[in-house]
């Protein structure tokens, strides 16, 4: 099993900055690659950005050139950077940790942008 903490959402304002982290603790040998996603209120979730194994990392088109992930191997922590925020990054967003047979999720953290 492995356990992922997110932590660092918050109420920001549209041009504004985050950073949020995501521990991974427990059995996190062999993971493949992290990924954050997010939900809006009536959503569907949505993939955000993803880092694999060997730092290769990919965006959805909306963040790219706002939103950087990046990874702590040594403390098994994901971040992924926003700035430049908008109303529309408003939602929960959640950490994932994907095995070659598992998916694993965090809880999410509320990220609200106000225009």
């Known amino acids: 099993q492995v356990q992922l903490v997110e932590s660092g959402g918050g109420l920001v304002q549209a041009g504004g900055s985050l950073r949020l982290s995501c521990a991974a603790s427990?059995?996190?040998?062999?993971?493949?690659?992290m990924a954050w996603y997010r939900q809006a209120a009536g959503k569907q979730r949505e993939l955000v950005a993803t880092?694999?194994?060997?730092?290769?990392?990919n965006y959805a088109d909306s963040v790219k050139g706002r939103f950087t992930i990046s990874r702590d191997s040594v403390k098994n922590t994901v971040y992924l950077q926003m700035n430049s925020l908008k109303p529309e990054d408003t939602g929960v967003y959640y950490c994932?940790?994907?095995?070659?047979?598992?998916?694993?999720w965090g809880q999410g953290t509320q990220v609200t942008v106000s225009s």
């Open positions: 994932n940790a994907r095995k070659s047979w598992a998916d694993y």
């Open positions: 880092i694999s194994s060997g730092g290769n990392t």
């Open positions: 427990g059995n996190t040998v062999r993971i493949n690659a």
